[in-house]
């Protein structure tokens, strides 16, 4: 008899992890079957995947748009449901085995704890939500035998490498970071970036608030704390490394000095499929590594004075407690006013940096302490942007 399926939610499937895992479960074949996703404006492209994957349920979070999605699929046996409680009753529902957390930024974090709680296999993309409430999210998956397994390349690659030892025998990991967009510019020529600039990733083709975080290297210290919380490590075992190709996506090194590194080409297909297939693993569509062809790989540390935002990773994986949640929701609110175009991209850092400073953090936060964190954070940002001088604003 053939195993069962697989089956599969994505949260945020109109986003580009979410068209990726689509793509990665339609070339597994029918051992794995998408069951349903959640989108939040998209409502067109939800409903065109809802009628290529026959998917039973879709939740569009923004209920704006639920009458247009619902037209959309009235021919259909797929049921619509609108509004973000939904997104979390795809993340427990018992049709589902694993749930792809696709979704940008904290909103994914209460069908993160749902998904956790209900004891499913999480391949998580969502760094936000383990930046602000790794320390719930990771006990109470313990407690109810989800297994969490990353998507982001660097942790998958800290994944794999991991299983060459035992945990008592790493020493450290060592983060790779292709350095931006940004890696050969001075210091004023980040602060007069625009959001074009910004988003002209040289490695990787990804949503837009992630390419802003990969301009700051922000991303890197929310990775930081993503691993810190997936791989229970302490900051002082973690290390960033820059490396422009992209091409070995993290390293481990254990005790008696043996390192190592998951290589492949940038493509997130891969640490998606891994995330799916754990702990196997199988062909899929993403391309081959041909070494004789890139020839040349190269490392060079990073510049905390050019990128601030590094120190703010290391900072919060120390300091742990609500200084995840600031440092996430600062961020993105930073980044939003950065998209706006009320700040400049360098403040981001330094509008993060500010609440962060201004934050008492509290150790062992419940949930809805964290929740308060970011909305304080949030709107500390927004107070500081009134009180920006004139000439500090864009
Ligand atoms: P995108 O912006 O491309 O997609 C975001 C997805 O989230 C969309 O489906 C979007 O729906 C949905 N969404 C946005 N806001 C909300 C909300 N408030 N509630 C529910 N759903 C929402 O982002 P990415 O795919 O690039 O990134 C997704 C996550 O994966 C991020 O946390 C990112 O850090 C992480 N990640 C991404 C990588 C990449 O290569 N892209 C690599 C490693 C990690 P809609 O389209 O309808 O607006
Ligand atoms: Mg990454």
Redesign the pocket.
Known sequence: MSPPKKRITI??????????SLSVIESLGEDYQLVSA??????R??ADQARRYHLQKVV???PKYEKKLKNALVDTDTEVLAG?DH?VDLARDELVDIVV?????A??LPAVLAAAQAGKTLAI?????LVMAGCLVMPLARQNDATVLP???EHSAILQALRAGRRHEVKKVIITCSGGPFLEASSDQIARANLADALNHPT????????I?SATLM?KA?EIVEARWLFDLDPDQIEVLIHPESIIHSLVEFCDGSVLAQLSPPD?RL?IQFALTYPDRREGPAPLLDLHQIRQLNFQPPDPERFPALRLGFEVARRGGTAGAVLNAANEAAVGAFQEGKISCNQIAELTELSLRKHNSIENPDLPQIMEADRWARREVIDSLKSLPHSAKL
């Open positions: 949260l945020g499937s109109t986003g580009s992890i979410g068209q990726s959640g989108a939040h404006r998209q409502w492209l939800l569009i979070t923004d973000s997104l957390v696709a979704v940008v930024g909103a994914a993309a969502n760094k936000e939500s998507i982001d390349s990787w083709n990804m949503g837009p608030k992630i390419t975080d991303n929310l997130m640490p």
